[in-house]
């Protein structure tokens, strides 16, 4: 398990990077023992507040994450280890078997696709400031990052639990009982939506 502990714009002294790492590796050893890697970040947020997120990956794919800000960097570092641990609980048989059907799922079950980052605020801040004819004209918006991802096949049920892990707010998927691509998301009344063309549902009834 590789650890990463950061501090922006505040230093995080020998005893805190003690009882971070003695906590997470009690976590890690409670659940699974297959973290792969963790990263730890405090920063200050506010008067007197300390931001602590977390990311920890288990397995290859599957992402958990969770933040809180208290008053004291340690209580910040302890309110956000437990919401991982809290995770970790609710979903942990359910880690188990996919984990399982991963490591017997091939390759070639994966689509490969590529992740953008979109620079539309950018533009949006630029139109506020700029005469017409200086905006950047056409309906494709500024690429500002981009890299590989893979798509991968899995139910909805897997889907909701690896959105609720990773504190995503959608996630494109492809569905194994027809092998189309499906979409969930997280609505604004905080139930989960769930998004399949009309096509799939009549390819299936046929």
């Keep these: 398990m590789e650890l990463a502990i ?16 003695t ?72 880690l188990r078997d996919h984990h399982a ?3 017997q799922t091939p390759e070639t079950e994966m689509t490969k696709a590529r992740d953008y980052v979109l620079a539309i605020q950018e533009l949006q801040g630029q139109a506020e400031e700029q005469e017409e004819d200086d905006i950047p004209q056409g309906e494709d918006p500024v690429i500002v990052a981009e890299q590989p991802m893979q798509i991968q096949k899995m139910s909805v049920s897997d889907a909701v639990m690896r959105m609720d892990l990773s504190g995503q707010t959608a996630i494109l998927f492809r569905n ?22 009309e096509e799939n549902i009549a390819s299936a009834a046929e």
Excluded: C
């Design 176 to 197: 194994p009982k027809n092998n189309h691509l499906n979409m969930i998301y997280r609505r604004a009344d905080g139930n989960i939506g769930w998004v399949e063309p």
């Design 101 to 103: 059907r991963l490591e």
């Design 23 to 94: 906590k997470l590796e009690e976590v890690n050893a409670k659940y699974f023992n297959r973290a792969i890697d963790i990263t730890v970040t405090l920063a200050p947020e506010g008067h007197g507040f300390v931001k602590t997120h977390i990311s920890l990956r288990v397995g290859k794919d599957i992402l958990v994450t969770a933040h809180a800000t208290e008053s004291d960097a340690y209580v910040s570092f302890d309110v956000t280890a437990e919401k991982i641990a809290k995770q970790l609980r609710r979903y942990k048989r359910r």
């Design 6 to 21: 950061h501090g922006k714009q505040m230093d995080v002294g020998d005893a805190l990077r003690t009882h971070i790492t």
